[in-house]
């Protein structure tokens, strides 16, 4: 099929009408910018030929700015040497005209044979679908689906297999995988088809099965536990006939009773020992308050005692530590004197250094005077030469371009003058009479030179006219006139007679610009900043001077000082002297300080005991404390020994809790009454349920579940069987046809593996059943075509697509490659290796690439087309 037109008008963003004629049998290129309407282009031509004309849904063909638009699209192609044409009117007014060779062809008649011819389906109702696409849908490829292979392929498999039963001579397997389909809807209706687990009636049947099994189960567990219900009532019955008789509640209430009782007289006993407890708890506490106090007394006694030998002692070390704090008064007083005079002496000697310093400094600074005033003299020369030359050279500057220019017109005059002046023509005259030229006597001897058409007049004679040579003078005239009129402007504007006086000028220019130059360096030398910065820094330099002198004719006088670092230890030696006396004072200050405080503490404290030993009220208070201590004796020895015999009677009877043994008797009693309510509650419900279910319904349900039980088992043996049988038979039919299938999978992938080893020179490329790509393998690693990158897949869909196109040619149906956009996931190497598998199918297939990368496809040899070239012709013709 080759795609020879395509004519474009009110589609979508196209509302010009295009057309795109003179398309190649082989590759054609068209490219254009995003939104230029490259994809509108490849979509006009999808819509021609696999939409209905008549098909609602297509309202969004209508260009937006054109409202009242028509979309048509019109396409002229080839198939078989036999010529079509197609044209389809949507939306509006909507038509469909084809016509093959001769015969015409309208409507739903025109678009059934375009279906059978080009190999899609026509949607009964709708717009076109994946799946009615076929053999377009597999080879036209939108912007961003060249990887999208899979899918494609399954929709146009009956195609695709058809041509390679054709190819191989073998038998399509269509008429098996209808056959497969009908046993697999049966066998489905019987069990699933992933997991083949019952389904359906199947699986209602087993599921009944299961719910009487369940049923008769539970039909059996009530009627044993009817059998175990009566043993029980009897049971029942008998033990409360035997509670009610023997009353043993009654029994354990009278034994709480007694043991009540018991514990009430246990009660008084212990009564008794706790209050003998807690008056010796009351006199332990008080004769402990008691002895506390006493031992405060005699602990005062002996701090006054211990006081009296203190403050001997703290007496002595106090005027020790201040006869200490007075020497070390005097010891830090010559310590500052012998400080100062150090002091002195290191600034003295620091004054004799710095005279020096500022002297070398005197000197240095006068140096540098001599060498920046130096320095201005010579860049004040170089400046004035500077200045001077920079006029000069302003007097002969002129403008080199120009007089280049005036060199090439002199160059060019020269031979045009030289060829005018061999071009002219001459005539000696001699006359005795006058003649006419150009209407103005000439008479005597001399030269004419004709530069143009001259007429001659001769008295009596007539007239001659003169053309001089084949050379046309005038325009040689016109061309030096114009180059004359150029030099003479140049000349004006260079201010020269001449080019040699130009260039004489302009070499005396450059030789002025280049000793300004020099100059310009030396000065920069000289002065970096400027004449002016220079004499601002000899000033400086001045000033800095006269700044030392000032300062070391202000220094005082230090004839007879030390050397510095010799002051520098003395004053360090005093400050160590006067750093340690200090610390000593300061040492002999405090113990002198803290000795005083103490003994004064010491002082202040025993005169504050002394005083309160000998107070009246405190001796008193000491004598009556002394008897109470006496007497809170005799009355714990006494509470000692009666708590000890209440302790007796206590653990006489303490072997045992009466009170937990009321608790015990009373809880005892009410759970035998209880338990004797709860077993005359449960004979009645026994009765009453027992009366309620009766044993002979329980065995008719049992006998009728087991009847139901077989019958079901009966039906599910039937629909094992049917789905085993159904089973056997698709096995047996999918490897039938598995094995025919195997036989047209070779040329496809020998195709496929034509073109793959273009890009992939290891690769082998997988099929399924469905003919559609599932894997690659590269070496030895097999990799399922969605693990791919996005690239590797967009590759390999446009490698499969050429190799499905060549075997759907082989088997004589049309085709033709459509790629938008297709190879933009694509390094440098592999574009490549796809070019060449592209061009290779080229020789048999006529192929469109819509690209907005036309860089990329350059190196084709093939004429790309323009889209916007395409819309300006469109235009144009409009």
Not at 280 to 307: G, M, Y
Not at 697 to 721: F, N
């Amino acid at each position: 099929m080759i795609l020879e037109s395509i004519t474009i008008q009110n589609f979508r963003k196209l509302t010009d009408r295009i057309v795109i004629d003179g398309l190649e049998s082989g590759l054609n290129l068209i490219s254009g910018p995003n939104e230029a309407g490259k994809s509108t282009i490849a979509e006009a031509v999808r819509t021609v030929f696999l939409d209905r004309y008549k098909v609602s849904g297509l309202e969004a063909l209508v260009p937006a700015s054109r409202p009242d638009g028509l979309p048509t699209v019109e396409v002229g192609f080839d198939i078989g040497g036999t010529k079509h044409h197609l044209v389809k009117q949507f939306v509006k007014k909507q038509r469909c005209n084809l016509r093959v060779g001769s015969k015409t062809f309208d409507g739903d008649e025109a678009e059934a044979i375009l279906a059978e011819t080009i190999g899609f389906t026509r949607p009964k109702q709708g717009l076109s679908r994946a799946e009615h696409a076929g053999i377009p849908g597999l080879l036209w490829v939108r912007q961003g689906q060249t990887g999208e292979v899979r899918k494609a392929g399954e929709h146009a498999s009956t195609h695709v297999r058809a041509a390679l039963s054709q190819l191989t001579g073998g038998e399509m397997p269509g008429g098996d995988d209808a056959l497969i389909a009908a046993v697999q809807k049966d066998l489905f209706k019987l069990i699933t088809s992933q997991a083949r687990k019952p389904t359906g009636e199947l699986a209602a049947v087993e599921k009944e099965l299961e719910s009487l099994k369940a049923q008769q189960s539970a039909l059996e567990q009530s009627n044993r536990e009817f059998d175990e219900d009566i043993v029980r009532l009897g049971k029942l019955q008998r033990e409360h006939d035997n509670g009610e008789r023997e009353r043993p509640w009654d029994a354990l209430r009278q034994k709480a009773d007694a043991a009540l009782a018991q514990a009430q007289q246990n009660d008084v006993v212990r009564r008794e020992h706790d209050e003998v407890a807690q008056k010796l708890k009351i006199a332990e506490a008080e004769h402990r308050v008691l002895l506390e106090q006493e031992q405060f007394a005699a602990n005062l006694e002996a701090s006054v005692a211990t006081d009296r030998r203190d403050l001997e002692k703290a007496d002595a070390g106090a005027a020790q530590a201040g006869a200490a704090h007075e020497r070390a008064l005097a010891s830090d007083a010559a310590a500052h004197k012998a400080s100062e005079a150090a002091q002195h002496a290191h600034a003295k000697a620091i004054a004799a250094e710095r005279a020096a310093q500022f002297k070398a400094l005197v000197q240095t600074q006068q140096t540098d005077i001599g060498r920046i005033d130096a320095a201005l003299a010579r860049a004040i020369e170089s400046n004035e030469k500077v200045l001077e030359l920079t006029r000069v050279a302003a007097n002969l500057e002129l403008d080199e371009k120009k007089l280049s220019r005036l060199q090439q017109v002199s160059d060019e005059l020269f031979p045009l003058q030289a060829q005018k002046n061999a071009a002219l023509t001459r005539i000696e005259y001699r006359l005795s009479a006058a003649i006419l030229v150009d209407g103005a006597p000439v008479l005597g001897d001399g030269t004419l030179v004709l530069d143009g058409r001259k007429t001659i007049g001769l008295p009596g004679f007539g007239e001659l006219s003169i053309v001089p040579g084949t050379l046309d003078l005038s325009a040689l005239d016109t061309q030096l006139q114009r180059l004359e009129a150029e030099r003479d402007k140049l000349l004006l504007a260079l201010g020269v007679e001449s080019h040699a006086q130009g260039a004489g000028q302009l070499a005396r220019w450059k030789s002025v610009c280049a000793e300004r130059d020099n100059h310009a360096q030396m000065l920069g030398t000289h002065a970096p900043e400027g004449v002016d910065a220079l004499r601002s820094e000899l000033e400086q330099a001045r000033g800095r001077l006269g700044a030392t002198q000032a300062k070391l004719d202000a220094l005082e006088d230090a004839t007879d000082a030390i050397p510095v670092a010799q002051a520098r230890e003395a004053v360090d030696a005093a400050r160590v002297q006067v750093e340690t006396a200090r610390s000593a004072l300061l040492e002999a200050a405090t113990a002198s300080a803290q000795a005083a405080a103490a003994a004064n503490g010491i002082r202040e404290r025993l005169q504050l005991n002394e005083a309160r030993l000998k107070e009246a009220a405190f001796i008193d208070e000491r004598r009556r404390r002394q008897a109470a201590l006496v007497e809170k004796k005799s009355y714990i020895d006494e509470y000692t020994r009666n708590l000890a015999a209440a302790a007796q009677r206590l653990s006489a009877v303490g072997l045992n809790d009466p009170h937990a043994d009321v608790e015990r008797y009373n809880r005892s009693a009410d759970n035998e009454y209880q338990h004797h309510l709860e077993r005359q509650r449960n004979v009645g419900l026994l009765r009453t349920r027992l009366e309620t279910l009766g044993g002979t319904e329980l065995g008719v349900r049992l006998a009728q579940t087991a009847a139901a039980i077989e019958q079901a088992e009966m039906r599910r043996a039937e629909l094992r069987m049917r789905a085993d049988a159904l089973s056997l038979l698709e096995s047996v039919l999918v490897q039938e046809r598995d094995t025919a299938v195997a036989t047209l999978r070779k040329p496809l992938t020998d195709r496929v593996n034509h073109y793959l080893r273009r890009v992939f020179p290891t690769g082998e490329l997988a099929v399924d059943d469905s003919l559609s790509p599932v894997g690659l393998t590269r070496e030895t690693a097999d990799e399922a075509f969605e693990s791919l990158s996005y690239g590797t897949q967009e590759q390999l869909g446009l490698l499969v697509r050429l190799a499905y196109a060549d075997l759907l040619k082989d088997a004589g149906k049309p085709t033709l490659l459509l790629f938008d956009d297709a190879i933009v996931h694509t390094d440098e190497a592999r574009r490549e290796s796809i070019k060449r598998a592209l061009l290779d199918a080229a020789t048999r297939h006529q192929i469109l690439v819509f690209t907005c990368h036309p860089s990329a496809w350059s190196d084709l040899g093939v004429k790309q087309r323009r889209l916007e070239d395409i819309k300006a012709a469109a235009r144009l013709a409009s």
